[in-house]
């Protein structure tokens, strides 16, 4: 059987005591696309701080294509091949949607920071931008600073500097929260036609588009698997009926 891209074993953390995540253990296929599901405070933005690095879990082990990750900072795992999007917007709102995006891709090509200058002249990692926003459909707006565009847009953007990047595993928090309806139409379209050999790992509240995303979905409650399985069988399992309803 081929390796996991994502292989998460006894994975547990605490705060002050109490679980958030408990004994979480998952296998995430390369290119699958992966909803986690359950309800508010299950632990699964937790699970995606713990995978990124910005939580260090209380136990457990998390692998990517067969490296631990666990004790690495952030910084190396996006080496690694791991990005992810936050649930808040986490962009520069007085620079350029370009200049958002060259940022993350320097960021990523580490001890080659210049001066402001320097950096402006750098046409190469301007042009590299440029393809990124054109997948996202931002390229028209790529001089708008951040501050004056629509929060679909900024979405949207969060996505393209997640995929500069280059990341094998992509881990989405919300990518659709706060979005108007046609807003939803042009990110659910671009989580369609993110290249299939990324995987994809999502958080996501509105069924109707995560349903439509997802190949497998594990389903958590207060911080442990309850499930992991096809849609058909989550959706057929009674306890996702018990952990929704609570009955
Ligand atoms: N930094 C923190 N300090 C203390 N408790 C926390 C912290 N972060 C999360 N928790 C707690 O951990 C549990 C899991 O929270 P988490 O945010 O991971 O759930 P979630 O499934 O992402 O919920 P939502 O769908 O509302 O975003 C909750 O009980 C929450 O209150």
């Known amino acids: 059987m081929a390796e996991p891209a994502l292989h998460i074993a006894g994975l547990s953390k605490q705060f002050g005591g109490l679980p958030a995540v408990s004994d979480v253990s998952l296998a995430i296929m390369p290119g699958e696309r992966h909803l986690l599901l359950g309800p508010n405070g299950a632990g699964k933005t937790t699970l995606f701080n713990l995978i990124c690095g910005d939580l260090a879990p209380t136990l457990g082990s998390i692998r990517l294509f067969g490296a631990e990750l666990v004790g690495l900072p952030p910084r190396k795992r996006t080496a690694f091949g791991l990005a992810r999007t936050y649930q808040i917007l986490t962009l520069f709102p007085h620079e350029t949607i370009c200049r958002n995006v060259m940022l993350a891709l320097n960021g990523l090509k580490a001890g080659k920071w210049g001066t402001w200058r320097a950096f402006e002249a750098n046409r190469a990692l301007r042009a590299e931008a440029m393809a990124i926003l054109d997948r996202v459909r931002l390229a028209d707006l790529a001089d708008r600073p951040v501050s004056q565009t629509a929060y679909g847009d900024r979405r949207r953007l969060e996505i393209a500097m997640a995929l500069a990047l280059s990341p094998r595993v992509l881990l ?21 036609n993110l290249p299939p050999d990324v995987t994809v790992v999502l958080i996501e509240h509105d069924m109707d588009v995560a349903l439509a995303f997802a190949e497998r979905i594990t389903l958590l409650h207060h911080g442990r698997v309850v499930a992991t399985g096809s849609r058909a069988e989550i959706a057929a399992d009674p306890r996702t009926r018990e952990v929704y309803l609570g009955a």
């Open 172 to 192: 989405l928090d919300e990518p659709l929260a706060g979005l108007s309806r046609d807003e939803r139409v042009t990110v659910q379209d671009l989580l369609a």
